[in-house]
């Protein structure tokens, strides 16, 4: 319950947190929403001896459009994300699964920067960002660099953000106008990770999936992309063979922990449940 000490920095722009962060070192780490990072400090699982509050930066927040794009700040929160309509509408997925995220407490706090930025692979956006393709601006001592989120996901807790990097924003292609889309999360309670999720974004013609991407929660120690479970089904009609196989080749890649959430075998196999299940729903929205 009892934090390590720390020093408390507020710096008032991305340029003056990046200079304190590579200043500071491996001593140093930003505090976004402080719903993942203050907890694993409270259990003392991380003791920071400085944290670089990233609250005080102008133009972290907010969502905006940028050509065929949805630019999300950083430090938008879950809460933010659930109350544009703009999301709502035009990337709904991203409103499906914030509502799944934690509890509205949490929801007021955590930012979707933190949330991909976390590298913990029970947080459920990373793998919708690899579903819709997104791309992280990340920003440090030598300039931004923008990386795709299918390349920043390295291992449990490693992503590809170095030293005195922020993530300062999220990319969203908009996904193709009648596209359908689900995120299935089975979890224990409200606020739990999940035991398996998966998240679904397609398009139909004539009544056959045209093109589909399907990511995977927590069934691995980084978030997945089944690109082999969406080629399974790319040119069916999602008959129930065509469900089987997609779950089967989603299955072929999730390792996940054995925990209190269930052995091994069991997280696979309500992994291919999730899979099936999100396809089932995407293609009853698609139009
Ligand atoms: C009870 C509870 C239930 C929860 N349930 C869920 C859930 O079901 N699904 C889910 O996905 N999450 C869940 N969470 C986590 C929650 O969504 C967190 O808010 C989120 O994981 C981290 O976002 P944050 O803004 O709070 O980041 P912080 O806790 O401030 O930071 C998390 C980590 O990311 C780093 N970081 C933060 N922002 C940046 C940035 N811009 N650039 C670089 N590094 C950065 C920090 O240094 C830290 O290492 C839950 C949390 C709680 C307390």
Do not use: W
Not at 96 to 101: F, P, Q, R, T
Not at 163 to 191: D, F, N, Q
């Amino acid at each position: 319950m009892i934090p390590g000490a720390f020093s408390y920095h507020r710096p008032a722009s991305v340029a003056d947190a990046v200079k304190l962060l590579s200043d500071l070192g491996e001593d140093a780490r930003p505090l976004a929403g402080g719903h993942s990072l203050v907890p694993m400090m409270k259990f003392r699982l991380a003791s920071p001896a400085h944290l670089v509050d990233l609250h005080g930066i102008a133009g972290l927040k907010g969502i905006r459009r940028d050509g065929d794009n949805l630019v999300i700040g950083a430090m938008t929160t879950q809460h933010d994300l659930l109350a544009s309509e703009d999301v709502a509408r035009s990337v709904p997925i991203l409103h499906e699964a914030a509502l799944l995220i934690a509890d509205p407490q949490v929801r007021y706090r955590g930012t979707i920067g933190g949330n991909v930025a976390n590298g913990d692979p029970g947080n459920d956006m990373p793998a919708l960002m690899l579903t819709l393709g997104a791309t992280y601006r990340l920003e440090g001592a030598n300039g931004a660099r923008e990386v795709q989120a299918a390349d920043f996901y390295q291992g449990a807790y490693f992503t590809a953000l170095e030293p005195g990097e922020i993530l300062t924003a999220v990319s969203v292609p908009l996904p193709a106008a009648g596209h359908g889309y689900a995120y299935e999360k089975l979890k224990r309670k409200v606020g739990d990770y999940a035991t398996a999720a998966a998240a679904v974004v397609l398009t139909l013609a004539g009544g056959k999936v045209a093109s589909c991407a399907i990511g995977l929660t927590n069934v691995h120690e980084t978030p997945l992309l089944a690109a082999d479970a969406a080629k399974a089904v790319i040119g069916t009609s999602l008959d129930a063979a065509a469900l089987k196989n997609a779950a089967a080749a989603a299955q072929a890649i999730m390792s996940p922990a054995a925990d209190a959430r269930g052995p091994v075998e069991y997280r696979k196999h309500v992994g291919g449940i999730m899979v099936a299940r999100a396809l089932q729903r995407a293609a009853s929205r698609a139009r």
